[in-house]
């Protein structure tokens, strides 16, 4: 604990250079605005570049930043370059920072997917004011990763909203204040709700743990209360007493499951998604709903462990749900971006089934979903935004025979989609593989019926049939009737633009790297996962 | 290592070049893609590599090379070689009542066995055959130009993938290259992505078979959850190493057999979705929309494979004896699923007039036949006591027979794959010659007519106008030509078939026409252009007239009905076909006899033992005199008789590229006797037998060993069996077609001397006892079959009116139920909060109203507290 290798370059860089930016472009005129955007937008390129160095620095070592970390057999509760202010004494708030095998990944997909969001929206209008917000959303989903307290969590938590509903209300489609309204209002009132677990949890706890605030004697401090409850739980004992901790366990689980989202709650996805522009989605799918999963690790699971296992029924079901129900409706849209949406929800459906599994492999599952739907997703959102550009219209079979007319995104499209359906040797199968392992594992080994295993496997044939289908109505087809849509005019079609292409190949070059090579990311996953349960659960429910 | 198998791994150093075999094709793929990408319609690209197909040959060939050094040193029964293996991931498992995480891991190696050397040359020696003749097939077709590139990736990929499964030592990776030929397969039958029906054939094959697909994975995750605990650290406990080892599958017999079972069931799902299998057939005769090398690699010779080997490589679990009697029922479900897609793709093959769904049927037939052969096998592996010792230590009596038994029955069932993937990759690659002829043929005869259909419909209105209202098409073109500069621009003409009532186009439909117009491109038309393009369109609009056919009737050059007499005009192609057909048919001496014999034998035995194989036993006896019929009915109504239209009088030779594999090939299916000799017909399922190559005999006592018995068997019952087979096969099926089809060639046509006595003996039969089949082609049944049994429609039917009816109303309730309800909720929370507004009215009254009341109830609450 030297150097604060956080704060400035990762959370403060994004942040106040984005926030300064604003301000500057706020007293220009709209010429002006528009002569300053080439140059806004190469300046934030630079510095999520910078960024990205940075944290991939810290993952191959560098003798600049304190040498080789050790990620995957970081001991539970350490973490790699924290730091720690003191923000407000009397309350007990710390500005701390650290990041540990859980929130590294997350880190870094963030780090990696800003520029990458960059490169493949180059031509955004408004470019003085677009790429800031793009660059101050980093700044806040980082935040919300590196955060060891709980109230910075919850403010950068809030914060990450304020940009991306700036994002869709104005580079949105023709229904765009309603979704940034629906998104902003439904996850603000399920993380109130969050927040009112949080604030119950820090009233509740005993005086005087570390870092305590001078007046009230209790502590936000993450890694204390972990380890607090850790102490708490033990011996069949509840922390905070047996019902206090299941409703305070649903209570946090409401912000997360919103924000994941789960079937019920997933109705602002599709609507947010369809109206935000492509930047927007990319980081939304890419790293934003994992927030939520991020939550889920960090503090109901770490906090109250009796409750989850009390809840596993739950939590299995609402993954089921969401995953089933999430492939069916996706096989019943007709817009493009819709479908790739609900299919988000049915990924992470996969997450919570490996939360549910209570099983290391299963976890190592959801984890290494989060990283891998990260990668994968903003491909798809970055194929639907093309789309949409060229072809000016959503609706599949609006356009047929792309291949012939544009090869670069129906290559791109055909990957993505192939990605997303979990085929071998790219990055989502290896998530699904391991989900299918720990769930017919738990299953025969915890006595649970086998039905539990239909719904997985439907969804393998359902995301097949859906994506297929979609692929038959646009890249194939056309024959000598190909006719561009009557929305272009007579335009010819045009193939995807450099940036985009670049974009493109990064994210399957990546997506590839990952279903070859998945120990790179998994490693230090599966070296979290282990911690968790040796450290903390086994002692816990062990006897269960 | 813990789970080493039961005999020692061979050490070679062939081994360690063996993921080569793979990764050379694997890295060929993004090189042709790139450079494809890069110099397409490039000179020396086109010309000189052949648009990558003189890469992806090379490479192949290398494929083949390292595969030919490492068979020598694996074949003959001389145990297995295992790679330490690379590990792919690890992760934990928490068992229950553990303190630690127990850890786990999946890796990756190379396993080779005898199992293994089989499909390893099957694969890469295939491959590169079906390269070389892709490069003779593709390349000279104007359809491919400037894609091929795309082909020949996607071929090295899909054969990456076939060479990877094969060499894989798990079932996880087995799975991981299954997958990833399923995709290329998708890729590849989706290679005219323009036309609707090869992507509908495309999505139908990928999802037809990740239906199966979805079995294989789940009871993947049962097998490794069955296996975990006895997987040693660092192996994966899908590792054959770990699932074979009888230690193992001894422990997991005794606490749960049942749910083996059930793995093993599910993941033979997969199989059947794979080698198209009833009721998972449907995707295979629609993937005849790939180009002809791909039905002849993916769809005959190789992917379809697969799932037999999938099959072939669960032996070991069902030849333990621990497992002893526990899995008869499935390898009963095994051969019953092989005996009917045996007789029903037989069936339907009989009404199929398109060259290429014969084969693909003969396909489904044949591959039944292998199913059926593994069911036996099987049976028998599990049922008998066929090992050294017993399960308690003593000495088996019946080991020498018992041994002998299981050993010829696998070998049987492994040999007819051998021999099928050998002829119809023969069949498909000389139909495709055929094919490519007929067409070229067709194509010089009638060059306008695939121009034909390219023609604008508006330029046919106009053509017939101006004949209709008799104006010259210079007149015409006088009066349009609005600024009198000799030619027509884009603007000039869309004004005139606007005036004339033709057509109001749009701008981007007007380039249409004016592409098909401009002939030298200076995208203006001149009087020439204009009149020579009118006038072939009209005059071929009358053609069409004439010949009564509808407009877009086009010529069919894969339908055996334009096809006829090609003997005299394509002998080699007619020599590969006759050879493969015989072998399919199990003609004596010939290829598949050999397996095919042993298969039919070897079910009836398990027949004999248990009655319920009296199905699949009699569906291959009736399958052998029905292959005998459609084979023969095939290649008589391409080659023998007279040509059925002009075209086929004009067929040519093929080329180099396309005759070398079929010369190879030929000689691959008549050799099998030599093969059979050195004991192919005894290909090991274990490591504790050892045929012929040990030198115990010589290759002259293995062909008197296997003619004895085949054709003297001391056993009176197989030997009535053998002779019934081969009157089925090679009399009756084939007897019946060359009295209906075919005929003496047309007079003054030379042919090869060896057809001389195949159309004599046709001309003969049809001569003395031709009868009349109207009846029966007229009959329900055959409507029946001709419509695939309606399987495909009822498929079709629950896909619409079931899974998408279903779909369509879930997003439905999604957008009007779920979130209906939030949106209710949004909506009452705001009535609420207009309704607490409105209590804000802003009047001085209203306050003190409301003040006073609050304060009494505030009073009135207090009292009651204090009281």
Redesign the interface.
């Known amino acids: 604990m030297t150097t604060d290798w956080i704060s400035i370059p990762l959370v403060a860089l994004p942040l106040v250079s984005s926030i300064a930016i604003l301000a500057f472009v706020a007293y220009a005129s709209p010429a002006a605005r528009d002569r300053m955007g080439p140059s806004v937008r190469m300046a934030t390129l630079i510095f999520s570049l910078l960024m990205l160095v940075l944290t991939t620095a810290m993952f191959l070592g560098s003798n600049f930043i304190e040498g080789t970390k050790d990620w995957a057999s970081l001991s539970f509760g350490s973490f790699n370059y924290d730091f720690r202010y003191v923000w407000i004494e009397s309350l007990g708030i710390h500005w701390s920072v650290g990041m540990d095998a859980l929130s590294f990944p997350m880190v870094w997909l963030t780090t990696f997917l800003l520029p990458v969001t960059i490169v493949a929206t180059w031509n955004e209008k408004n470019a003085a004011i677009y790429f800031p917000l793009v660059l101050m959303m980093g700044g806040a989903l980082i935040g919300v990763f590196v955060a060891l307290d709980l109230f910075m969590f919850y403010v950068f938590w809030e914060l990450t909203l304020i940009p991306m509903f700036f994002l869709i209300l104005k580079w949105g489609g023709y229904d765009r204040k309603y979704a940034s309204q629906k998104f902003f209002?439904?996850t603000f009132a399920a993380s109130v709700i969050m927040l009112l677990g949080l604030v119950t949890v820090y009233f509740l706890q005993p005086e005087n743990l570390s870092y305590a605030g001078a007046w009230t004697g209790r502590t936000f401090d993450i890694p204390t209360l972990t380890a607090h409850a850790q102490s708490a739980n033990a011996g069949g004992a509840w922390f905070l007493g047996e019902s206090l901790q299941k409703i305070l366990f649903v209570m946090l689980m409401i912000g997360f499951l919103v924000k994941l989202p789960s079937?019920?709650f997933?109705?602002?996805l599709p609507d947010a998604h369809v109206q935000a522009p492509t930047g927007g989605s990319m980081l939304l799918a890419g790293v934003m709903l994992k927030m939520g999963a991020y939550g889920m690790f960090r503090l109901p699971l770490a906090f109250f462990p009796h409750a989850a296992e009390h809840f596993q029924f739950w939590l299995m079901a609402f993954g089921m749900v969401s995953l089933v129900?999430g492939a069916?409706?996706?096989?019943?849209?007709t817009n493009l971006k819709k479908m790739v949406a609900y299919s988000s929800v049915s990924h992470m459906g996969v997450i919570l089934i490996g939360i549910a599994t209570?099983?290391?492999?299963g976890w190592?599952a959801a984890l290494f979903m989060m990283f891998a739907h990260g990668i994968i997703s903003p491909m798809l959102f970055a194929v639907c935004g093309a789309f949409k550009h060229h072809y000016h219209s959503m609706e599949i079979g609006s356009m047929r025979?792309m291949?012939?007319h544009s090869p670069w995104l129906a290559t791109s499209m055909m990957f993505g989609w192939?990605a997303s359906l979990g085929?071998?040797?790219l990055a989502g199968?290896?998530a699904e593989?391991?989900m299918?392992?720990a769930?017919?594992?738990f299953l025969?080994?915890e006595g649970w019926s086998v039905l539990w295993?239909v719904g997985p496997?439907?969804v393998?044939?359902l995301t097949?049939?859906y994506y297929?289908?979609s692929?038959?109505r646009t890249?194939?087809?056309?024959?000598?009737e190909?006719?561009?849509p009557e929305s272009?005019?007579?335009?010819?079609v045009p193939d995807i633009g450099d940036a985009e292409k670049v974009a493109m190949l990064i994210l399957a070059a990546f997506t590839i790297l990952f279903g070859i090579m998945?120990?790179i990311a998994?490693?230090m996953m599966?070296g979290w996962?282990?911690a968790f349960?040796?450290t903390l659960?086994?002692?816990i429910l062990?006897g269960? | 290592m813990a789970g080493s198998g039961s005999t020692e791994a061979v050490q070679s150093t062939a081994l360690e070049y063996a993921p080569y075999i793979l990764l050379l094709p694997m890295l060929a793929f993004p090189v042709i893609l790139l450079l494809g990408k890069l110099f397409n319609g490039n000179k020396m690209w086109k010309d000189g590599l052949k648009e990558g197909g003189l890469i992806a040959l090379p490479v192949m060939g290398a494929s083949l090379l390292i595969s030919l050094w490492l068979i020598t040193d694996f074949v003959g029964g001389n145990g297995h070689g295992d790679t330490t293996g690379w590990t792919w991931f690890t992760s934990g498992l928490w068992i229950s009542g553990q303190t630690t995480v127990t850890e786990i891991s999946l890796g990756f190696g190379i396993y080779v066995d005898h199992v293994t050397v089989m499909l390893l040359f099957v694969a890469s020696f295939l491959c590169l055959l079906i390269n070389t003749f892709a490069i003779g097939y593709m390349n000279t077709d104007p359809i491919n130009d400037n894609r091929n590139h795309r082909f020949y990736a996607e071929f090295v990929l899909f054969c990456s993938g076939m060479l990877g499964m094969v060499l894989a030592d798990s079932f996880l990776w087995l799975f991981i290259f299954w997958e990833l030929m399923g995709l290329c397969s998708y890729l590849l039958i989706g290679f005219y992505y323009e036309r609707p029906s090869a992507a509908y054939a495309a999505k139908k094959a990928f999802l037809t078979t990740r239906v199966g697909d979805v079995f294989l994975m789940v009871g993947l995750a049962m097998l490794w959850t069955l296996f975990h605990p006895y997987a040693g650290a660092g192996q994966g406990a899908l590792d054959y190493s770990v699932v074979f080892y009888e230690g193992n599958i001894e422990k997991v017999a005794a606490s749960s057999a049942g749910t083996l079972g059930w793995a093993l069931g599910l993941m033979f799902i997969g199989a059947v979705g794979k080698s198209a299998q009833f009721p998972l057939h449907v995707w295979l005769p629609d993937a005849m929309e790939g180009p002809t090398p791909v039905s002849a690699l993916i769809h005959a010779a190789t992917m379809v494979n697969a799932g037999l080997y999938l099959v072939a490589r669960m032996f070991p679990f069902f030849g333990a004896e621990a497992l002893h009697g526990e899995l008869a029922d499935l390898a009963f479900i095994i051969a019953a699923v092989g005996g009917t897609t045996a007789v029903m793709a037989a069936a339907i093959a009989f009404v199929q007039h398109d060259l290429k769904k014969v084969l693909a049927y003969s396909t489904m037939s044949q591959l039944a036949y292998i199913f059926t052969g593994l069911g036996a096998a099987l049976y028998l592996a599990n049922t008998l006591h066929w090992h050294e010792y017993l399960a308690d230590g003593t000495k088996n009596p019946d080991y020498y027979v018992n041994h002998g038994i299981v050993v010829v029955a696998f070998g049987a069932a492994l040999f007819h794959l051998f021999n099928h993937a050998m002829a119809k990759g023969m069949l498909f690659m000389a139909s495709g010659a055929v094919i490519h002829e007929v067409h070229h043929a067709h194509h010089h005869l009638h060059p306008h007519d695939d121009h034909h259909d390219e023609d604008p419909e508006e330029l046919l209105v106009l053509a017939n106008y101006l004949a209709d209202t008799g104006q010259s098409v210079f007149g015409f073109f006088n009066s349009i030509d609005l600024d009198q500069s000799g030619d027509v621009d884009t603007y000039e003409f869309q004004k005139a078939l606007k005036e004339a009532d033709i057509a109001d186009l749009p701008p981007w439909e007007m380039q249409r026409l004016m592409a098909a117009l401009d002939m030298d491109g200076n995208g203006r038309i001149d009087v020439p252009e204009l009149e020579l393009t009118l006038g072939r369109i009209h005059l071929a609009s009358l053609a069409d007239d004439d010949d009564h056919h509808d407009h877009h009737d086009e010529f069919d050059a894969q339908s055996m009905e334009n096809m006829g007499g090609l003997a005299s005009k394509m002998p080699l192609t007619a020599t590969a076909m006759l050879v493969g057909s015989l072998s399919i048919m199990g003609f004596p001496l010939i290829g598949g006899f050999w397996s095919k014999e042993g298969i039919i034998a070897n079910t009836w035995r398990v027949a004999l033992d248990d009655p319920r194989f009296f199905y699949p036993a009699m569906c291959v006896l009736l399958g052998a005199a029905m292959t005998g019929f459609y084979m023969s009915r095939m290649w008589l109504k391409t080659f023998a008789g007279s040509p059925k239209t002009d075209v086929a009088a004009h067929v040519h030779p093929t080329n180099t590229w396309i005759k070398t594999p079929l010369f190879i090939l030929t000689f691959m299916s008549l050799g099998a006797i030599v093969l059979a000799s050195m004991g192919f017909t005894h290909w090991a399922p274990d490591e504790y037998y050892k045929p012929f190559f040990d030198g115990k005999k010589s290759l002259f006592e293995g062909f008197v060993y296997e003619m004895d018995h085949a054709f003297a068997n001391p056993d009176l019952f197989f030997f009535v069996l053998t002779y019934l087979a081969i009157l089925l096969g090679a009399i009756v099926g084939p007897g019946l077609a060359l009295s209906l089809y075919g005929g003496k060639l047309d007079e003054g046509e030379e042919t090869m001397p060896w057809f001389g006595p195949v159309i004599a003996l046709n001309q003969m039969v049809k001569g003395r006892y031709h009868w009349d089949n109207t009846s029966f082609a007229q009959s329900g049944f055959a409507t029946a079959l001709e419509n695939r049994l309606y399987i495909d429609h009822y498929y079709d039917m629950a896909m619409l009116k079931i899974v998408a009816a279903f779909s369509f109303k879930a997003a439905v309730a999604d957008s009007k139920v779920i979130d209906g309800t939030v949106k209710t909720i949004e909506r009452t929370s705001q009535q609420l909060s207009t309704k607490v507004r409105s209590l804000t009215t802003g009047s001085a009254r209203d306050y003190i109203l409301m003040a006073a009341l609050g304060t009494l109830v505030l009073f009135g609450l207090i009292w009651g507290v204090v009281a």
């Open positions: 209002i439904y079937v019920p997933h109705t602002w129900w069916v409706v996706c096989l019943g849209q209570m099983q290391p492999l190592a025979g291949a012939k192939m085929l071998p040797l199968f290896v593989l391991m299918f392992l769930l017919w594992h025969s080994a295993m496997a439907l393998l044939a097949a049939a297929l289908w692929m038959q890249i194939f087809e056309g024959g000598d190909t006719q561009p272009l005019n007579g335009q010819p998945p120990w998994l490693d599966n996962t282990v349960f040796e659960l086994v002692p062990g269960a």
